[in-house]
């Protein structure tokens, strides 16, 4: 993807921060909320057109399950790549988030190159073609690929 819309929501606004400088100097367009509503509404009305959602699914008003769940729920939304970030790492989070409709899970990296390395990740892959499987289902910069299939869903 030459230069991608991405909207990001997560309640950690130094994350915002940190993923805002990344998309920007990768070339990318970062519209970036902490507060679920507001994100969905402008998700539903655009300009600009997402061409990526990014969730963090730990939120404190809403979760990210739930947001995820509108955005499929919403025709216009419902073919959007919907991409969970979270620091949740666990089985349950990634089974969850396959089950209410995210494309892809990536773990938040803990470093500002990491974040480079998802947003490059992210943007490099053609939607339009992705289908989403057992073995691309998660992603994380920072770490090896856990070896039980089980994690994967």
Avoid at 2 to 22: H, L, P, Q, R, T
Avoid at 36 to 52: M, V, Y
Avoid at 57 to 74: A, F, K, Q
Wanted: net charge neutral.
């Amino acid at each position: 993807m030459k230069s991608a819309c991405i909207f990001y929501i997560d309640d950690d606004v130094d994350d915002i921060g940190i993923f805002n400088e990344c998309a920007e100097s990768l070339g990318h367009r970062s519209i970036s909320y902490s507060e679920p509503n507001e994100f969905i509404n402008r998700l539903k009305n655009p300009p600009p057109a997402a061409d990526i959602v990014m969730v963090d699914l730990n939120m404190p008003s809403t979760s990210g399950y739930d947001v995820i769940r509108e955005i499929r729920n919403t025709p216009s939304l419902s073919k959007l790549p919907v991409i969970v970030h979270s620091t949740a790492s666990d089985t349950h989070s990634i089974q969850m988030s396959r089950e209410v409709g995210a494309t892809m899970y990536i773990r938040k990296p803990a470093s500002y190159s990491g974040m480079k390395k998802t947003i490059m990740h992210v943007t490099s892959i053609n939607w339009r073609t992705f289908k989403t499987r057992d073995d691309n289902f998660y992603y994380s910069p920072d770490l090896p690929r856990p070896k039980n299939p089980a994690f994967y869903v």
